[in-house]
């Protein structure tokens, strides 16, 4: 079973060197609690229920020549459950991404194949949806007000996309590997001829759960992206470790190749840690000159309890009895 993985692995990894021209999937840095956004494999894998809201703002302040401002902001919502029932899992995700005039939108539902096996759970997943591209000239700033060349106006477009992705988890890692845009549907966003690619991306995931002590856990994970514009030279590796207290505390820290570290904390409260609040800042290293220096993320998720597949007890009571 595990050469199929690899296989199906191999096979993703390859169909992602297809020249083309570049990667439009936004960054996260809370990616460690966003499995279900990088691989529709993973819906189910946590067992439970979870509803998840991410908010990124990156290079806050940041002014550009548009309005307003020009701080590229993201939006997530997911929510994912188990079908025990029938070995899968489903999940929905959604998001919405402003980059100046430009902004990505997309709703994509997802489903998983989850095979047991003597370790852990192999999951194969789909996902498909509607991915909105849009582009609005009246933000620009032009040199020379009145510009021909400049078009005035909203132009927007929305095609079929596509996702595939496989999932391996136990009780002590995981590790995934997908791909977006399988179709690489192209928009039209202006009067000319020049058409914008949605261009394919592959993710890998792995994490590793180490406990230390009786009240220590410590979670090292990397995201690894794909960049198909200009290979590995342009890839994006996101290394991470967090460090969880009686898990309900944890802080961590991580890295972006080069561009920004990263600090997170955050706490899981009430019955069985359903609900949890994380938070993350970026340290913005690389060409300063064109960007802010920090970019700051916040996320709120909850877990649903599981449902009670018991029968409910027979209550016997003299004033019903004949």
Known sequence: MMR???????????????????QQDPQVSLFMFNQVYYNPAAAGSEGVSRLQLTHRTQYAGYQASFDPGGAFNTQIVSYNMPLAK???????????????????????????????LKNGTLSFGVQGGLYSQSFNNDLLRPYEPGDPLIPAGRYGQSQPDLGAGIYYATTDYWVG??????TQPS???????GLNPLNRSTFLTAGYKLGVGYDFDVQPSIL?????????????????????????????????????????????LLKNNALRFAYAIDFTTSQLRAKSATSQEIQLSYAFPAPDARKKPIVRTPRFRY
């Open 187 to 193: 928009y039209k966003l202006g009067p000319s001829i």
């Open 224 to 268: 690894y992206q794909y960049s198909n514009e200009t290979g590995f030279k342009g890839s994006s590796l996101n290394a991470n470790v967090l460090v969880t207290y009686q898990t309900r505390y944890f802080i961590g820290a991580s890295y972006r190749q080069q561009d920004a570290p990263t600090a997170m904390v955050g706490v899981s």
């Open 86 to 116: 029938i070995k899968s899992g489903i999940g929905i995700y959604a998001f919405n991404d402003a980059a100046g005039p430009q902004t990505n939108q997309t709703v994509q539902l997802s489903y998983a194949y989850r095979l047991a």
């Open 4 to 22: 199929t993985f690899y296989g199906l692995a191999c096979f993703l990894f390859l169909l992602s060197v297809c020249p083309v021209r570049a």
């Open 177 to 182: 590997i997908s791909m977006k845009h399988l």
